[in-house]
């Protein structure tokens, strides 16, 4: 998968959307897609880089005229390769007695299941990544109405 990429100039100063995405817990919640998130570097109210189980990324945040410019991007992490199977090793015939055969049938008959599959790791799909992403700016540029403030 590409590396995906959102930006927009938000109404709000550097310091506001710095508080929103510095914090691991708050940036956890707007990227919670892409699994838990941890922050593995910082530059103050500049850059924010992270890591999910899914992906990592990077936050950028720069003053812009009227406001913020934010770019968010996310790369997938690398999908683990697949196990090949070995192939199976052709073997000579055996001639086998009718005692053998009947003491085989039951062995297979009392032997317990294998045990199921692991469930496949999951995949990161490319369009909801990038909503995720877009997502996040608009939260980040909403409004934050005061609860008490008068008209």
Known sequence: MPALEAKRTLVKSPPEIWA???D?????????EFG?????????????????????????????GWG????????ATAEPEPVPEPE????????????????RRRQVATEPE?????????VLDPE?????LTGVLDTLGAAHHRPFSRP
Do not use: M, N, Y
Request: proline share 14%.
């Open 20 to 22: 929103e995405v510095s």
């Open 24 to 32: 691991a817990g708050a940036l956890g919640r707007h990227l919670g």
């Open 36 to 64: 838990e998130i941890r922050i593995t570097r910082t530059q103050p109210e500049s850059v924010v880089e992270w890591e999910g189980d899914l992906a990592s990324g990077c936050v950028r945040i720069e003053p812009a």
């Open 68 to 75: 913020t410019k934010v770019t968010l991007t996310a790369d």
């Open 88 to 103: 199976p090793e052709p073997q000579p015939p055996v001639k086998v007695s009718w005692w053998r055969r009947f003491r």
């Open 114 to 122: 294998p045990a199921p599959a692991p469930d496949p790791e999951p």
């Open 128 to 132: 909801r990544a990038q909503a995720t």
